[in-house]
């Protein structure tokens, strides 16, 4: 072993030797100042939201959650799965369910938003939008729509609706006409599994699928301005829960002037606090 260590160490400097002084072009120096090559170059940070949670509420760990929503003070929420979907109004308070109507057995039920007293329901892939009226859940009629149903809110005149890539979807309140598509992106690289959505002060808020991130999306650019890691919140969750799937499900309560955030069978509704 000692001669060929010996051998070794005297084939490392000889090397060495060659590569600093140039005969191989690469740079050697121990000086931590030294320029180095463009391609670590720092990527652009996108800015980060700090939060802190301020309260939490009992969550139905039944609960699939898809669409999360307040409508004066209570909370709607859409749930998925197969002979398990739903729409619930309850009491945070209390958790107990105000009202509720179950989907036909072949239905996923996905996102939900409250559009001038009128509520519509995505669903995963049958292409077609629930609409009910808010005060008794009774159901109006359905929307017909192309691809995949994911998240769901709106602004002051259209519907904005996801389906897992890295596009909003608006569309027309009442015929669910598409209007216009907008890219999102961070940091000019598309941002995918956009789920869940919130539109709060101009802003669309989303959940990223599986990645616990909530990005902060300006929307007429699509351009992702910040965005809060949940993962510390997902890992508290799942500490107590193991039954916890992912992070879904984003509600803005303007009579609290707070977010509200849950995932697919978690036990907890957190209540978050920050800057936005």
């Known amino acids: 072993m000692g001669p060929t260590l010996i051998f070794g160490s005297m084939k490392k400097t000889f090397w060495l030797a060659l590569l600093c002084v140039g005969i191989v072009s690469v740079r050697c120096s121990n000086n931590p100042d030294t320029t180095t090559d463009s391609s670590s170059a720092s990527v652009p940070q996108t800015p980060s939201i700090n939060y802190t949670i301020v309260g939490t509420a009992a969550h139905d760990t039944s609960f699939f959650t898809e669409g999360l929503e307040f409508y004066k003070g209570t909370l709607l929420e859409s749930t998925g799965l197969e002979g398990k979907s ?29 559009f001038r007293d009128t509520v519509y329901q995505l669903t995963w892939r049958e292409s077609k939008v ?18 995949e149903g994911w998240g769901l809110t709106h602004d002051s005149t259209a519907l904005i609706a996801s389906n897992g890539s890295n596009n909003l979807y608006y569309y027309e309140p009442g015929t669910f006409k598409l209007l216009k598509k907008v890219e999102v992106k961070e940091n000019d690289v598309p941002a995918v599994n956009i789920n869940e959505l919130e ?20 929307p007429s650019t699509g351009n992702v301005v910040a965005k809060m890691d949940l993962s510390n919140l997902a890992q508290r969750e799942q500490a107590t829960n193991p039954h916890a ?32």
């Open 245 to 276: 799937e992912v992070l879904n499900g984003i509600a803005y309560n303007p009579e609290t002037k707070k977010f509200y955030v849950t995932g697919k069978n978690w036990s907890k509704i957190y209540q978050l606090q920050f800057a936005f």
């Open 130 to 147: 629930n609409v009910y009226t808010v005060g008794d859940f009774k159901k109006i009629k359905e929307l017909p729509f192309n691809g």
């Open 199 to 218: 539109y709060v002060n101009g802003f669309v808020y989303a959940n990223q699928w599986q990645m616990n991130y909530l990005l902060k999306i300006e």
């Open 86 to 114: 739903k729409l619930v109004q309850y009491d945070l308070q209390s958790g107990k369910p105000q009202k509720q109507i179950s989907l036909p057995a072949a239905s996923f039920g996905e996102g939900i938003t409250v």
